[in-house]
């Protein structure tokens, strides 16, 4: 049992309807949610773990493996998808050996799309750590991921 | 309002499927199940309504005055068969088209002839399939899409019923009766769009997630997908019996499923007061418990330290001369809470006769939940008529225990009692070989709850028929003809048929008070709502351990801990 | 004078210090679009120059003035002129112009787009006059970029809560005929009545009400509903309180996505300013009306901006649409009256209410009152956050506001409304920007995204591009749009790779109609459209794809492929080093040729290839293939 599970599901309440909320604030704290967080936070609102998983899967922020120590997220919007956000994809997908939903071997870096970031008129568009970095081009992304990679950034 | 051009009435409140479905107006649905709530998914239902945009489903639309509804047109129809064309390609479909689908019907609930790459060789679907009823209706000959199979490992890893996704159509009514109606949330709509599943929590087995095994989602599912592993293959039933559950006292109606002469599966029965839901042991343990080879299968009497089988006449010989034998004071009767209540009324009019007074009830009614014992009820309240107060009353330890210290010589037992070997002359009338019998002096099988007729009266008072379902195991006689012959041969009163006893031990039990008394009709109100709230099912009957005698109880029992 | 009355004119005073004060003062564009691009390094840059010339200046964050293709901005007042707005700043080019500017006088016209209204600076042109922002009229984005959001002084010193004051002297009944006969409809999509939807719920019995803010702005390639709450989070909330006070809600929820930390952190901060002053909470500014508001984030799915599936969310379940009726003006949040309104609805009506039903409906066409806010995106040369009177001409919005397509190329199309709207072609740029004019293109208004797409745009992959989207959003509930969109992205993906047939085309159209006509919600229902509309406008592209195995805008990657041209490849060997396959060779100095058979068509050499030489070309897969 995890204290902090509980003092999150305190703070909030156990109405149900607070369910979305708690599970934002176990996965900021956990950076995902696990098998154990959620049967917790089932026990601790009197829901079934099944169902708060089936609320979980269903929206896209809820992650349920450990992700990765950078978090690469590439925004698939409109905007972003006519300036050339799919071959921005491809290049990570082919650099980093891994899929949207993954994290790689070594853990240290996740790929994931996004829906769009708002941030359209810089299109195309990523984030890396919450840092957002906009008008890309593969040999820009290159030179970003690399800083990364070296631990510069 | 009008549907169809016919003036039709309705209800407040109801729907506009409701009042066609009253009116005899078919509208096609998969997702719809009249006990649960709406969902309003499946979209084949959808209507027109004027004054309405689009296409309204009829089955969450509220009927209003003077709406007028058009359930069938062209546009309609090719909505219909393009959902369900949808539906095909996903769902093995050559069951559904095949040629000769009409052939394979007759003999199995689910043709099987076509190959395995469709899926519908692995569909062991009961012989009703909405989705194949709805195809008929439609008149969908061919599927016009690339069969798109979603290969999903089919879930064996639980007890009573496996899980093949793959035939699920989404409709959702195993998440709402299991969420809504059981009050459980063992399983939830997961993901979503496309690759939306029934799920688990992060796809745990059923019994590490605390499922009941209740099966209320095997019975609403309308495909194959949910299956109960017992019965999967058993095919098309030669009839069915309406009647009710005798492992407890709630008394839960169920319908029995017999083939051949044998008990092969047991449904909940919608028509009766629990609506169509049942535990555990309602829905998946009665055939193997009423089919299991531990049955006694011959009256016995013991000779010469064997327990030698014997014909009927020998065997109630036996115990009469053997009774005969015993003063009444060193005499103890143990009837069971399990037996009906012509059975229990006869032990009781036997005690009287032969003037035994010394009367338990097994199991002992400290432990026991109220709806505990297949006829607690009617069992003790025969027992009050009969004069004996609760206090009483023995238990089958009391018997034990002065059957050691030599007070009592003969019991009569209609179960299994632990340590009772010391008794001189023991007859036991039971259904399972179980421990008592290695010093039983005769041995008198007996019929079982599915195979005659009897009455129990249930822990609201209201008094249920239990139905003559499947044909009596090997030569095993109702309990209340054993007695009654052991009656009439201590030249007591000769009941001549079931119906006597029934209106005899009617009137006993109308001397009884109702259950208010007993404080449980509280407990109705929520019955069969929530299965959460329901408690463990009792693990015996006639004292017999049901995990020995149904393996993916003990299964389940086991993995509970 | 009443104790509110005294604070406003406190927050006057207060606004036009700042305004008029002889401190020079900077404005950071600090909006997500700012940050995105490099504002906290450029005033990082400011403050470290600032601190070395040894100038006393104030630095104030504001939102979007909505000029997003000239971010990173900053914007300097001094001597209490009007602010004088730079763009596409560096940290190179910072730092002289704070010393030129702040040190030496000089404002530095050659850097400068224009200054706001207030006192000129002589060289400085006049900021509105810009071909930007000439043609807009600024109703709602009125204070966006303007004020500093987080200061709720700023947004009173502007008139500010004046609506909400008025509001609280009528009777609900009044207020909704003021919104009713301005014509004012709802911003969010489908346009219905405003005035109406309050009215129906007001009318309904059950208590609690409750009014939602709809700021769960999904569609890809819009952020109009961002750059308000971040911009100006006190116009949509003064207008959910109004809407509150209509309708009888005593309880508001701001249901917004979580992709947009910096909105929901301005609508918190906001709200509690707001409870400080009594703006929100019991006995609003002394009446009887009580009304409580909190956010809810979102997590993650475009299907909750539906009104049911939101609710549901909001409640903390799936969101899953369900059927309507019953709706949810009767039977809304936990089955009570709830009304659900978008984000630049609820920001116009505190305008409607000050300034008056005839001033609100003069702007617009008969039937499409106002102003509408639109994010400009995609190959157009300008690229931001607009605001125009319903009735604008495409034309106007691209060439005009947008300054033409990008790079001089070609316009194909425009696409409005998100993945629920559709493609104009260029030959019908004349449409007027109206509710019912869009809808008769075969699109909608959506709530204001509008992509603009030049020839190297695929309209097969665009209609692709969106099928994944809502394939991905789609709440998987109802048959037809679960599989139905699943099915329409196969057909589109078999177009697109070049194994289609022409029989695929009938059936994408029979499952569009199904999915439109059979879907449970509103996503469902308007998923075909993207399909509709190409296939409407673009049929021979459509029948290229198929017939012809060919994209002419070079996007489908089956269908095309790379090529270094001999005569201009210089033998860099960048693209050699960056292929991730190894498909290229060729030696330092030497002509390089790409192994096809390797390649997997990633475009990387296509873009590092430098730009003297370009010899990487992309090209027609069956140009120039041998046999």
Redo the contacts between chains.
Sequence with gaps: MSSKVREIVESHGSNPSNLIPILQDVQTNDGYLSENALAEIAGLMDVSESTIYGVATFYTQFKFVKPGEHEIRICQGTACHVRGAESLLDFFKTNLGIQPGETTKDGRFSLERVACLGCCALAPVMVIDGEVYGHLTTAKAEKILTEYKEGKR | MKIDGKDVEFKEGQTVLEVATDAGIYIPTLCVHKDLPNFGACRLCLVKIEGMRGFPPACTTPAKDDMVVTTEDDELRSIRRNVVELLLSEHPNACIVCDDKKLCEQYRACPMKAGQITGCQLCPNKEICDLREVVEYLGIDKVDFEFEYRDVEVERCDPFFDRDYNLCILCGRCVRVCKDIRGMGVIAFTKRGHETRINTSFGKTHLEIGCRFCGACVDVCPTGALSARGTKWHGKLDSEVQTVCGLCNINCGIVAGVKWGKLVETTPDHDSYTNGQLCVLGRFCISGMVNHPLRIRYPQVRKDDWLIPVDWEEALGAVVEGLKKYEPREMAFIISQDVSNEAAFMMLQLAAKVGVEKIALAPSSGDQKAYDGGNAFGVSGLCQAAGYTPDELMTPEDVARMAGRGKIKAVYTTQDVVNIDDAEFLVIQDVYNSHSLKSAAAVLPVQSFMESEASVTSFDGVTREMKHASEPYARSRPDWEITRDILKAFEGQDYASLGDVRAAADAELAKVAKPDAQGTTSELNWFPKHIRELGDPPSKYRGMDLTVLIDDLRVLKEGRK | MSDFESLRQKARSKYEELRTGQKPVIYLGAA??G???GIASIGGKIKEILGELGIESKLVEVGCVGM??Y?PMIYIQKDGKAPICYGNLTTKVVPELIKDFLVDGDPRTDLALGAFDGPQTEGVPRLFDHPMLKPQVRVVLRNCGVIDPTDIDHYLANDGYVALQKVLAMTPEEVIEEVKSAGMRGRGGAGFSTGMKWEFCAKASGSPKYMICNAD???????MN?SLLEGDPHAVLEGLVIAAYAIGASKGYVYAR???PLAIKHLNIALGQMREINLIGENILGSDFSLEVIV???????VCGEETALMA????????P??R??FPATHGLWGKPTTINNVETLGTVATIIREGKDWFSHFGTEKSKGTKTF?L???VQR???IEVTLGTTLQEIIYEIGGGILDGKKAKAI?TG?PSGGCIPASQFDLNVDYESLTQAGTIMGSG?L?V?DEE?CIVD?AH??LT?T??????????C??????MLDILHKIKTGKAEMKDLE?LH??A??VK????CGLG?TVPNPIYTTMKYFEDEYHEHVEDRKCRALVCKDLIRYHIDAERCIGCGICAG?C??DAISGEKKQTHVIEESLC?K???CF??CPPKARAVEKIDAEVGQDG
Aim: proline share 7%.
């Design positions: 997500s679009c940050k995105a691009a997003c293709c971010e702005e999904g569609d890809p390639g819009a952020f961002r979580a992709e947009y809810k984030e979102g997590a993650g799915a475009f969310s909001i409640m903390g379940e799936r969101g899953m369900r059927p009726p019953p994010s995106v995609g190959k690229t931001g956050l696409q998100g995204g992509i797409m745009t665009i591009y969106f989207f394939k991905e959003e789609s709440c998987g509930k109802c048959t037809p679960r599989i139905g969109t699943h099915r059936k029979e499952i109609w199904t006509n059979g879907s449970l229902q960056k991730p396959v997997i990633c475009g990387i873009h590092s």
